[in-house]
T-cell receptor, first 117, second 113 residues
Framework: GAVVSQHPSRVICKSGTSVKIECRSLDFQATTMFWYRQFPKQSLMLMATSNEGSKATYEQGVEKDKFLINHASLTLSTLTVTSAHPEDSSFYIC?????????????FGSGTRLTVV | KNQVEQSPQSLIILEGKNCTLQCNYTVSPFSNLRWYKQDTGRGPVSLTIMTFSENTKSNGRYTATLDADTKQSSLHITASQLSDSASYICVVSLTGGGNKLTFGTGTQLKVEL
């Protein structure tokens, strides 16, 4: 089945620095990937939709200059948290959209725990 | 407003017992409903997916049901194991593709000895 690899699984960074998170589709091409944020005991919140070769579409309230998304190839999307602050500490999850016989599937990465100190 | 509500919020059961988790949704137009298992600190993993015309789908010890008329779904876990301890998330998709997913807040299941 479809596999999505997300790296790193955990990262600790200092306030003011930038952190890049990678999301790769290992055995399929993903023209569309999604980035989510999840706070403890809460559901996933969609941050942005990443389309290969075009600009990402951000959800309302998500700062595009702070959360930079790049989807330069059909197997890789990256999320860069710029000038990170402690309030950016969260669990970030990517997913890739697949399509099988007309129906869409969504395979999630294993997530990245970001801690900003 | 499209919503997905799950109950109970949390549940503790003994190993070997069965349990049923509930999902009510108001998402429209409905395309399909998925159940995911999310271990702590991990991404969600798909358990089942059902379209409008399906009313049951099994995956090993997991059996999902769907009543599209009442907009309710359930996930039944039989002979629970310690490894079943996780958050179970109901996700409803709108028609038209794209990422028109509405996530439930999940049921936190803990299986104890």
């Amino acid at each position: 089945g479809a596999v999505v690899s997300q790296h790193p699984s955990r990262v600790i960074c200092k306030s003011g620095t930038s952190v890049k998170i990678e999301c790769r589709s290992l055995d399929f091409q993903a023209t569309t990937m999604f980035w989510y944020r999840q706070f403890p005991k809460q559901s996933l919140m969609l941050m942005a939709t990443s389309n290969e070769g075009s600009k990402a579409t951000y959800e309302q309230g998500v700062e595009k200059d702070k959360f930079l998304i790049n989807h330069a190839s059909l197997t890789l999307s990256t999320l860069t948290v710029t000038s990170a602050h402690p309030e950016d500490s969260s669990f970030y999850i990517c997913s890739a959209q697949t399509q099988d016989r007309g129906d869409y599937g969504y395979t999630f990465g294993s997530g990245t725990r970001l801690t900003v100190v | 407003k499209n919503q997905v509500e799950q109950s109970p919020q949390s549940l503790i059961i003994l190993e070997g017992k069965n349990c049923t988790l509930q999902c009510n949704y108001t998402v429209s137009p409905f395309s399909n409903l998925r159940w995911y298992k999310q271990d702590t600190g991990r991404g969600p993993v798909s358990l089942t997916i059902m379209t409008f015309s399906e009313n049951t789908k099994s995956n090993g010890r997991y059996t999902a049901t769907l009543d599209a008329d009442t907009k309710q779904s359930s996930l039944h876990i039989t002979a629970s194991q310690l490894s079943d301890s996780a958050s179970y998330i109901c996700v409803v998709s709108l028609t038209g593709g794209g990422n028109k997913l509405t996530f439930g807040t999940g049921t936190q299941l803990k299986v104890e000895l």
